[in-house]
T-cell receptor, first 115, second 114 residues
């Protein structure tokens, strides 16, 4: 069965610093990859997704992610973090050919931003 | 405005009681989903429905039941058979198929056991 691992449970950065959140997946075929963000007590919002093509994808709020097939990774990055980016971030994987809503999620990474 | 509405935001269950969580969407989406979120475990799929009057079990369906009598509604019942129901429950919807579809989430229901 496919799995998604986010190695960092909690990351703290200073406002204005760069950010990288790690995501690794275990799946034989090419997956569809997503990053979602969740504010406390709220639902999830899609940041970006990768289906095919250019391995560097741009998302909302200045985020980007790079798909590296050789490393089975899909890390999320942002050049300069804002205090409003503090939230929990989830990487997710979907099977090719299935409904895109049937996702397998990672455990999540909580981001704290210091002023 | 279009979106997904979950109610109530907070719900308490007594021992041996069934409770039902509401999920309504006005996005005209065919597919709807229920996820359970526990701290440190991410989201796990309970049930999903691709079309009215049809639904499938997800990864953790035991102790839960659903119905899909209308396209707009996908209620989740947490039965007394679910021994550890305390969690944050998220409903979501998506266009049934398409490379550009994304998952839209409601704002969740926090269920606690009294």
């Amino acid at each position: 069965a496919q799995s998604v691992t986010q190695p960092d449970i909690h990351i703290t950065v200073s406002e204005g610093a760069s950010l990288e959140l790690r995501c690794n997946y275990s799946y034989g075929a090419t997956p569809y990859l997503f990053w979602y963000v969740q504010s406390p007590g709220q639902g999830l919002q899609l940041l970006l997704k990768y289906f095919s093509g250019d391995t560097l994808v741009q998302g909302i709020k200045g985020f980007e992610a790079e798909f590296k097939r050789s490393q089975s990774s899909f890390n999320l990055r942002k050049p300069s973090v804002h205090w409003s980016d503090a939230a929990e971030y989830f990487c997710a994987v979907a099977l090719e050919g299935t409904s895109y809503g049937k996702l397998t999620f990672g455990q999540g990474t909580i981001l704290t931003v210091h002023p | 405005d279009g979106g997904i509405t979950q109610s109530p935001k907070y719900l308490f269950r007594k021992e041996g009681q069934n409770v039902t969580l509401s999920c309504e969407q006005n996005l005209n989406h065919d597919a709807m989903y229920w996820y359970r979120q526990d701290p440190g475990q991410g989201l796990r799929l309970i049930y999903y429905s691709q079309i009215v009057n049809d639904f499938q079990k997800g990864d953790i369906a035991e102790g839960y039941s659903v119905s899909r009598e209308k396209k707009e509604s996908f209620p989740l019942t947490v039965t007394s058979a679910q021994k550890n129901p305390t969690a944050f429950y998220l409903c979501a919807s998506s266009i049934r198929r398409g490379p550009n579809e994304k998952l839209f989430f409601g704002s969740g229901t926090q269920l606690s056991v009294l």
